[in-house]
């Protein structure tokens, strides 16, 4: 284990990827410190409202940070524009409860405003919640799921593996993003929030599970041929504990680089459900369902920062993937290849 | 009779010539206590195989073997059979995880035992240890830190831990150089005359099973070809392919 860590930090890139998953996750723990408004505050007079500036000039002087009004005005397409209001200035307050917040009546949006006037930057961070969490917490189940089905039918072998493999193939058959609205569809709708979001980590991992549990099958039968294993049967120790203590240990490496490969499908999954309104409900924020007013072309050339949650999405997954990358890469044969000779 | 197997009949398929590989056939032997019994036969013959099916870890197509008179039956009697019958593997280099400290290794060897004190299991290592010769402050280290001599010990050490009263060993010193196959080969010896225990030694080298058997039983193909004591196999030997197997052994034409 150690040296796979040691061969992973020598990969710069997986380092710094780490590093920017890490401050994301952070952040997404902080949100209710770190952002300006609730992911529910709305003002709808400044619906679509472009990324405000921050000024430390006002003229001509140097003055705390702070925002100027912002006047709605129609242009002569009768589009809605914003214009700086000179004569409102709203100072940035520090430290008060939240790390930045604004006078009234000014308000902050560093990156825009959605359609009901909330700060998409809140709403992103607040977002990272849902999407981080139910990428990391479904991936956990089905890697649980995966591991334990796969170890039991890698070992045992025979019937059990035959029945296992089947059951297996049977999720896989179906395409991921079918049997995921079919899921979906069987969810009642009288659910809250919270039930919705516990459900479709509970899809997602159901989906999740079976590829894994090929792998892991394929490792532990030849993983159970080993003497040690024989060995720590002829001594009295028990089915379960040779598959927990000397078995699934030796595929934990390759299990990581899956896990991390694995993350970034569970996020784009999520994504695309909210996206398409089956995920998780307004107000409460993720980062695709904040993309589905994103699906109006029209909104999408006058308002284009409504476009950062893909930003965020992007850099999560493009981290996984390196991570994911560097781990397999570190993997360190001699543990898991019979030993070093 | 400590140990006795009964016409012990395992056939494998086998995907090279789509037919069955006779691996034991029709093997009947009897171990009394404090005996020990040489298995000796070339690569293939089936020995290993044989050695697995007496520990119950592999079941033979048919035959039977009994442990004390008796043949082990239920969960209870296999958790005594499994304290009381140790086996050191082939392999010095797979039998011990890579994974786990030497500690851990010897740990596990006493999941059967009674609830026992951690000074009592210290103490039952740093014996085990010091009985073959190894000393008691190697617990932390691991398995890829020994050279095989010492991983073999270990094993033995294992498999002494339960106090067993009948040790298999698979060709326990055949992956051992000359010098390092003596001082296990004494080991044994001195474990065997200290503690009473019973051997059955697997080897293709007939000067080990000489060294530390009472008899000899010779394998071909799967088959007992030739079971009687030590002097009777060595100075009067019946089968053609014993006497092939010891002009083999002793002839050092070859070796000098
Ligand atoms: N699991 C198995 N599946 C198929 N064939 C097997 C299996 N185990 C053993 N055999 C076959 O049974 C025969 C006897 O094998 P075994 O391992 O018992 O030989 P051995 O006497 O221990 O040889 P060696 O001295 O090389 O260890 C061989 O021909 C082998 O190919
Ligand atoms: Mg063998």
Redesign the interface.
């Known amino acids: 284990m150690r040296s796979m860590w040691q061969s992973f930090k020598e990969n710069r890139r997986a380092v710094v990827c780490l590093w920017v998953l890490g401050a994301l996750c952070v952040s997404a723990a902080f949100a209710d410190f770190l952002t300006p408004y609730s992911f529910k505050d709305e003002a709808r007079a400044f619906s679509y409202c472009p990324p405000t500036v921050v000024h430390i000039m006002h003229e001509g002087k140097l003055s705390r940070p702070f925002v100027y009004g912002q006047r709605m005005e129609f242009d002569t397409y009768h589009r809605r524009i914003y214009i700086e209001d000179k004569s409102a200035r709203s100072f940035i307050k520090f430290f008060q409860s939240r790390l930045f917040t604004v006078e009234a009546p000014g308000r902050i949006y560093l990156l825009g405003a959605d359609g009901r006037g909330r700060d998409i930057f809140s709403r992103i961070l607040y977002g990272a919640r849902v999407s981080l969490s139910i990428g990391l917490i479904g991936v956990t189940i089905s890697f649980a799921i995966g591991l334990l089905v796969g170890g039991i039918a890698g070992y045992f072998g025979g019937r059990m593996d035959n029945v296992l493999m089947r059951l297996c193939e049977m999720v896989m058959m179906v395409p991921g993003f079918y049997l995921l609205l079919a899921l979906r569809a069987a969810v009642p709708d009288s659910f809250n929030s919270l039930q919705v979001y516990a459900s479709i980590i509970v899809i997602l991992s159901f989906i999740g599970w079976a590829g894994l549990a090929r792998v892991i099958r394929g490792m532990c039968l030849s993983l159970r041929e080993r003497e040690y294993v024989l060995a720590a049967k002829s001594m009295g120790v028990s089915d379960m504990r040779i598959i927990m203590t000397h078995i699934l240990p030796h595929t934990v490496s390759y299990s990581l680089a899956a896990l991390m490969l694995s993350i970034p499908g569970y996020i784009l999954s999520e994504s695309a459900l909210s996206l398409i309104g089956l995920g998780i409900q307004d107000p409460y924020a993720s980062w695709g369902n904040m993309l589905s007013e994103s699906m109006n072309i029209v909104r999408l050339t006058f308002s284009p920062w409504i476009l950062w949650p893909v930003f965020f999405i992007f850099i999560t997954v493009m981290c996984f993937n390196v991570i994911g990358d560097a781990l397999r890469d570190a993997v360190d044969p001699s543990m898991d290849q019979g030993g070093s000779r | 009779m400590l140990i006795e197997t009964r016409r012990i009949i395992k056939t494998f398929k086998s995907h090279a010539n789509k037919g069955l590989v006779k691996a034991v056939d029709d093997v009947s032997l009897s171990i009394k206590p404090q005996e020990s019994l040489g298995l000796v036969g070339e690569s293939g013959c089936g020995k290993t195989t044989l050695a697995?099916i007496i520990?119950h870890?592999v079941s033979p197509d048919s035959g039977e073997v009994f442990f004390d008179g008796k043949v082990v039956k239920g969960a209870e009697a296999?958790?005594l059979f499994?304290?009381k019958v140790?086996?050191v593997?082939?392999?010095p280099?797979?039998?011990?995880?890579?994974?786990?400290t030497i500690e851990a290794v010897l740990r596990?060897?006493l999941?059967?035992e009674q609830k026992m004190t951690c000074s009592e299991i210290k103490e039952r290592m740093a014996r085990c240890l010091g009985s073959v010769g190894l000393p008691g402050d190697i617990l932390s280290r691991y398995?890829?830190e020994f050279s095989g001599g010492e991983r073999q010990r270990i094993?033995i050490a294992?498999a002494l831990m339960?106090g067993p009263s009948l040790l298999i060993l698979d060709e326990a010193v055949s992956s051992l150089d000359v010098l390092v196959q003596q001082q296990v080969l004494k080991t044994i010896d001195e474990l065997r005359q200290k503690t009473g225990l019973t051997l059955l030694v697997i080897t293709h080298n007939l000067r080990v099973a000489r060294s530390l058997c009472q008899k000899i039983a010779v394998m071909k193909e799967g088959r007992v070809i030739e079971y009687d004591g030590v002097k009777e196999v060595f100075d009067t030997p019946k089968d053609p392919y014993t006497r092939q197997l010891m002009k083999a052994a002793f002839d050092h034409t070859l070796a000098s």
């Open positions: 697995r520990m870890l296999l958790r499994r304290r140790r086996m593997f082939q392999d280099f797979s039998a011990l995880d890579p994974r786990f596990e060897a999941v059967l398995p890829h094993c294992r339960t």
